[in-house]
Each structure stands twice: as C-alpha cells, then as structure tokens.
C-alpha cells in the first residue's frame, strides 16, 4: 500500500520560511517523479512543483518560481519543499503526490497522480 505523509506546515508571518517534507513507503520512490500541490479555500487544487525521479528535472509554477525550491532524498524516500519568502497568497493545504512517471512537467493532467498525502497545513499572515 503506498502512503505519502506531509508535515512541516504551519502559521508563519509574510517572509518567513517554511520546509515541507513529504514521506512515501510502498512505492518504489526512487523511480517515479513527486509533485507538489496545493489547495485554498474554495479554490481548484493547483500545482506548486514537481521533481523527477533523479531530481534532474524540476518544474515550478510561476507564482512560486525563484522562492520555492523541490528536493528529494531517494536513499531516505523523502521530498522536500523549501518555501522562502512566504506571502499571504501562499495560505493553502499542500498536497504532495506521485504516480507511475518518471518525470512531471505542469501540464501532466491530474488524473495522472493515483498517490497523494493527507495534505499539511500553510497559514501566512500579512
């Protein structure tokens, strides 16, 4: 059975810095692409990054592009997202997700992603 756990979210104020990381088992992580996602109240799920299986390939949205940074640690089945520079806009529900890809541009259609955590809470205050 594959599992993804988030952790790490939490309250911060506007240009703090926060680290998800993202724990698979049951997957063999080592070869499939991870991405993150995220969610607002009332708003459409919507991607934030993805890295390769390798970590040579890694896609930001433009909203998050420069300030976020995707990470992986294939021998510890862990990914990680570095959030800098964190801004109101960034308040969300991240979502990290995976499926049978190698890598994963932004426009890989969601129904791609058979995997997804339990999602971690950001809150950023202005």
């Known amino acids: 059975q594959v599992q993804l756990v988030e952790s790490g979210g939490g309250s911060v104020q506007a240009g703090d810095s926060l680290t998800l990381s993202c724990a698979v088992s049951?997957?063999?992580?080592?070869?499939?692409?991870v991405a993150w996602f995220r969610q607002a109240p009332e708003q459409e799920r919507e991607f934030v990054a993805s890295?390769?299986?390798?970590?040579?390939?890694?896609y930001y949205s433009a909203s998050v592009q420069g300030r976020f940074t995707a990470s992986r640690e294939n021998a510890k089945n862990m990914a990680y997202l570095q959030m800098n520079n964190l801004k109101p806009e960034d308040t969300a529900i991240y979502f990290c997700?995976?499926?049978?890809?190698?890598?994963?541009?932004?426009?890989?259609?969601?129904?791609?992603?058979?995997?997804w955590g339990q999602g971690t809470q950001v809150t950023v205050a202005g």
């Open positions: 997700a995976s499926g049978r890809f190698t890598i994963a541009p932004m426009n890989l259609p969601l129904e791609k992603y058979i995997y």
């Open positions: 890295i390769s299986y390798g970590g040579g390939s890694i």
């Open positions: 049951g997957h063999t992580f080592n070869a499939y692409a």
